[in-house]
């Protein structure tokens, strides 16, 4: 079955750097692009990051030139590289994968950025 397990969370002062990882089992991993949303609290969830089969990425207006997603199909494994947060930055992370229309998350993990 397929799953996706996030980690790499946790507190960091504004300014600083935090790594996520999407750890994914279960479906050929290298065969779907990995998508990275994340949800403040009172928020809707919002897709922060994108990275295709073929490498190509994507990201929200806000996170462009501080974010950087990546990938390692050797490893099944999805990055996030966040740096400079900011307060605005913390949520709950979730990576997500959709196969053949059926859609797949992780169980998230939180990033919090002190001011």
């Known amino acids: 079955q397929v799953r996706l397990v996030e980690s790499g969370g946790g507190l960091v002062q504004a300014g600083g750097s935090l790594r996520l990882s999407c750890a994914a089992s279960g479906y050929m991993f290298s065969g779907y692009a990995v998508n990275w949303y994340r949800q403040a609290p009172g928020k809707q969830r919002e897709l922060v990051a994108r990275?295709?089969?073929?490498?190509?990425?994507s990201y929200e207006d806000s996170v462009k030139g501080r974010f950087t997603i990546s990938r390692d199909n050797a490893r099944a494994t999805g990055y996030l590289q966040m740096n400079y947060l900011k307060p605005e930055d913390t949520a709950v992370y979730y990576c997500?994968?959709?196969?053949?229309?059926?859609?797949?998350w992780g169980q998230g993990t939180q990033v919090t950025v002190a001011s």
């Open positions: 997500n994968t959709i196969i053949d229309g059926n859609v797949y």
């Open positions: 990275i295709t089969t073929s490498g190509s990425t």
